[in-house]
């Protein structure tokens, strides 16, 4: 079947689209094969590269305003940005991230290769690669990774390659699919096959007796959230559910209380500990901290039983929403942002986990758990992860889901439960095999109560991150290279 150029354009458009629905909420993973189908069989039709680079530019615009469409909400209905402007900036954003599949498509036409192996090992290795480079160019945005739709079919592969592994590992099959349709499918059934016994590996084990824990939910809207009027509202809606709390350990969502830690009344802090003592808790706060000298400024998670020892200093800011990028080019942007926390500072890479609650509690801020690289670089060194966030800034979008998926992704990853408190959802538990073992509902404020358990020991993806993926993409490309030459020497 031959399609002209402009209804292969908005075939790759919608294709792109519909890969939203393979993540969470709706989660249904078969549709990202389909995706991914739709854009391969578009590169390999394209009579020109420049028509194979524009056929992957439309799948990404679909595929990006589908699976961010949330952005808008957070720069328009909190961030205060005129409607025009903040759906402009949603599309650019959207349209800067369609150029990885771009280029990855202008690449597989571009380089010399002989067509079967263009198509069925060239094409899913580049596309993969330039997802891999999306994930840290610019600091980074690995939101939407295709290795992420796949939780349910593959979750035996994570602890072992991560989600680019897994990304690389379904590429590669819906290319040789298109390519030959019987080995295609026959090396589907294995990979489910694979990790389906892969499942049954406990790459970690236990560490003393299970933990409560309870997590508190506020359910602050971000409209009120840093309005000076409802402050006290937000230290009594704290304090009471820090009061309903049953755990040894209670944890607080990002920013829970909306000022500094410094600034908060010295009453409420002596509160807490009192709670603290009485129910024999340990307690981990969201909180915007300052430097000693007052000169650097985090968002921040503390120990409130010591605030000053060792807290969890955010690394992974938030750009245009925590620190202004380039001021000197996009300063002008900011008089149409409403943005409470902007100039802060990034904490070390690397930072020492919380020894509370018989265990050490790496924990980590908003998105970072996107960051499959960076929550295994602090994994190693402890046996529980916490994630405090606040989805406030997406409510009514699919944000929080996806979110709460990446989060799955990151507790498989590492062999490791992980706890996330949220502001208005999703507050979960996960356990080491990445499922929720328990979570509320969003928008309603309430405590969760469950238990962990404390895990030690290391995966391989722990041991080589997303270094053995890089190293194979390289391989498969070095591998190409190789045999071109072969090839052309015997032809001769």
């Known amino acids: 079947m031959t399609l002209r150029p402009i209804q ?139 290795g992420g739709s796949q939780l349910e079919t593959l979750s035996g592969l994570y602890p072992i390659v991560g989600s680019y592994g897994v990304g690389l590992v379904l590429c590669l099959v819906v290319a040789v699919f298109l390519y030959e349709k019987r ?27 299970p933990v409560k824990v309870s997590l508190l939910q506020g359910n602050i809207a971000q409209s009120m959230k840093w309005n000076q009027a409802a402050y006290v509202d937000s230290l009594g809606a704290y304090m009471t559910l820090a009061q309903q709390a049953k755990g040894q350990l209670i944890v607080f969502p990002e920013t829970a209380i909306p000022s500094f830690l410094e600034a908060m009344p010295d009453w409420y ?48 800011l938030v750009p245009f929403g925590e620190y202004i990028p380039l001021p000197q080019v996009f300063g002008p942007v900011y008089q149409f942002l409403d943005m409470p926390l902007l100039g802060l500072n990034r904490g070390e890479a690397i930072q020492t986990p919380f020894a509370l609650a018989g265990g050490k509690i790496a924990a980590n801020i908003c998105y970072e758990d996107a960051f499959g690289h960076e929550i295994r670089q602090n994994a190693v060194n402890a046996t529980l992860l916490a994630n405090l966030t606040n989805m406030a800034w997406f409510d009514g979008s699919w944000a929080a889901e996806q979110h709460a998926e990446m989060a799955r992704a990151r507790a498989l990853e590492n062999g490791r439960y992980l706890i996330r408190a949220t502001n208005t959802g999703k507050t979960a538990i996960i356990d080491d095999k990445g499922r929720i073992t328990a979570s509320l509902p969003p928008q309603q404020r309430a405590v969760l109560e469950g238990e962990v358990q404390h895990r030690t020991g290391t995966t391989p993806y722990q041991i080589w991150g997303d270094w053995l993926i890089v190293a194979i993409w390289f391989g498969i490309l070095f591998g190409l290279a190789i045999w071109r030459r072969q090839w052309k020497g015997q032809s001769i």
């Open 8 to 146: 292969q354009l908005a075939l790759q458009l919608i294709a792109g689209a519909i890969s939203v629905f393979a993540f969470a909420p709706v989660s249904q993973f078969w549709l990202m094969p389909i995706s991914l189908l739709a854009l391969f069989w578009g590169i390999q039709q394209a009579r020109r590269t420049r028509e194979a680079a524009g056929y992957a530019f439309a799948w990404g615009t679909g595929y990006f305003c589908a699976n961010i469409s949330w952005v808008y909400i957070s720069l328009h209905t909190y961030g205060g940005m005129p409607i025009w402007m903040a759906a402009g900036s949603t599309l650019a954003f959207a349209l800067f991230l369609a150029l990885f599949p771009a280029l990855a498509a202008l690449l597989t036409r571009r380089l010399p290769c002989q067509d079967s192996l263009r198509y069925t090992l060239l094409a899913p290795t580049l596309f993969m690669i330039f997802e891999w480079v999306r994930g840290w160019i610019f600091t980074g945005f690995p939101w939407a990774s295709v």
């Open 183 to 209: 080995l295609g499918l026959g090396l589907a059934f294995a990979l489910i096959s694979t990790s389906a016994l892969l499942n049954h590996i406990n790459w970690t084990t236990p560490l003393g007796a």
């Open 269 to 316: 802090l002596g509160d807490l500990r009192a709670l603290m003592a009485q129910k024999k808790a340990a307690m981990i706060l969201g909180v915007a901290t300052s430097s000693d000298d007052g000169t650097q400024h985090f968002n921040a998670a503390v120990d409130l039983s010591n605030p000053k020892l060792n807290p969890y200093e955010k690394q992974h």
